[in-house]
């Protein structure tokens, strides 16, 4: 039985946290002529701070405890899959072992009833492979429904956060972002965590 936890990670705490929104543009040509100023001049100007944001995912991941809860409920499951398989496995691995010892011992009572324990353990075999590919087909489907839906609460959650934050532009900073380079002033991480969780509430794992 193979570890599904790479799976979590890049699975729900990846995918999830995708936060690239274009978000209403609040300025105006007029405004802009009235500004006046060069950008790189405004660039250069530490006083001035861009309409624009980037989240930490991993530092997200970490401390948002809906994630956590996610997590621990893919956990939960794996952990769940791992024991029936181990459990058919040990079973098939014991009738194994009893079938070499009669045969070493001439215990069956005939060469057919010999084939017939061997065919039985056989198809306890090829049972206990599709049991295994049926289980990580539905830990898949599992995973990919809690994609979804921690999708949906971060792209709501980001919205009504930025109501009160008016940022043009609201990046995450995972590998397959265009966001190489910003300055510590634009990473608005700790305040998404906490607003995030005074929306949750504390992690059901946590709690427990």
Do not use: C
Request: net charge negative.
């Amino acid at each position: 039985m193979k570890s599904y936890t790479n799976y979590i990670v890049s699975g729900v705490l990846a995918v999830a946290v995708i936060i690239l929104f274009i978000l209403q543009f609040n300025s105006n040509s007029s405004s802009k002529e009235e500004n006046g100023k060069n950008l790189s001049v405004l660039l250069n100007d530490s006083s001035i701070t861009l309409p624009v944001a980037f989240v930490n995912v991993d530092s997200l991941l970490v401390n948002y405890n809906f994630a956590k809860d996610l997590n621990e409920s893919l956990l939960r499951k794996e952990e769940s899959t791992r024991a029936t398989l181990n459990q058919r496995e040990n079973q098939i691995n014991s009738a194994a072992q009893e079938f070499e010892r009669k045969l070493r011992n001439n215990a069956f009572l005939s060469q057919e009833r010999a084939q017939q324990e061997q065919e039985r353990i056989m198809k306890m075999n090829q049972e206990y492979q599709q049991l295994a590919e049926r289980l990580s087909q539905e830990f898949l489907i599992e995973q990919n429904k809690l994609n979804l839906q921690m999708e949906d609460t971060i792209k709501v959650r980001i919205e009504e956060f930025n109501k009160t934050r008016n940022y043009e532009i609201i990046f995450s900073n995972i590998s397959t972002s265009t966001l190489i380079y910003a300055k510590d002033k634009y990473d608005v991480t700790n305040e998404v965590i906490h607003f995030l969780n005074s929306k949750y509430g504390p992690a059901t794992a946590s709690a427990e």
